[in-house]
């Protein structure tokens, strides 16, 4: 599992906000896999993460899917 929390600490301001001077706020979780390959012996970490976005104010929500790499050389 994994996710995150975002908390706006400040207000809106300037002439984007037209609304008035909102702090959103939004809470995500879903689930993570990960896997260490090698390609051409070099060692390759793979991740996969979804989160699905929650609890939001003030800010839209949506659900992402993250593929992320690293490698060592």
Known sequence: MAGYAFQQTTPDYGGGAVFGSFRG??????????????LWKLPINVIVKYDFEFAAQNRSTGNELWLTGGLRF
Do not use: C, Q, T
Not at 25 to 38: D, S, T
């Open 25 to 38: 706020r939004v809470l995500a979780l879903g689930p993570l896999a990960g896997k260490a390959v090698e």
